[in-house]
Nanobody, 120 residues
Framework: QVQLVESGGGLVQAGGSLSLSCAASGSIFSIYDMGWYRQFPGKQRELVATITSGGKTNYVDSVKGRFTISRDNAKNTVYLQMNSLKPEDTAVYYC??????????????WGQGTQVTVSS
């Protein structure tokens, strides 16, 4: 059993901040890259930020300087600190983890998604 549980979504005014958290639990052998993706209404899911097990980060251009991805390997948790939020950041945000379960093949797992709404 492997599960990614997200928390921290909600409604915030433009210019405000939110912090998302995603904890992986279950029969985990090793976690490699982790990341956050988002999906706008009527559009495909897109990458927001990724972080390797060693801490190397990557961001989509639209969030650089505003969002920060981090992880706590001891807690199997990835975070997304979102500052200076804009209405165009409104989306469902999904946690992603490339991991190897103790019982199966290495693959990507997804969280359930959490709604982030930024009002103007």
């Amino acid at each position: 059993q492997v599960q990614l549980v997200e928390s921290g979504g909600g409604l915030v005014q433009a210019g405000g901040s939110l912090s998302l958290s995603c904890a992986a639990s279950g029969s985990i052998f090793s976690i490699y890259d982790m990341g956050w993706y988002r999906q706008f209404p009527g559009k495909q899911r897109e990458l927001v930020a990724t972080i390797t097990s060693g801490g190397k980060t990557n961001y989509v251009d639209s969030v650089k300087g505003r969002f920060t991805i981090s992880r706590d390997n001891a807690k199997n948790t990835v975070y997304l600190q979102m500052n200076s939020l804009k209405p165009e950041d409104t989306a469902v945000y999904y946690c992603n983890a490339d991991l190897a379960a103790t019982w199966g093949i290495r693959r990507e797992y997804w969280g359930q998604g959490t709604q982030v709404t930024v009002s103007s």
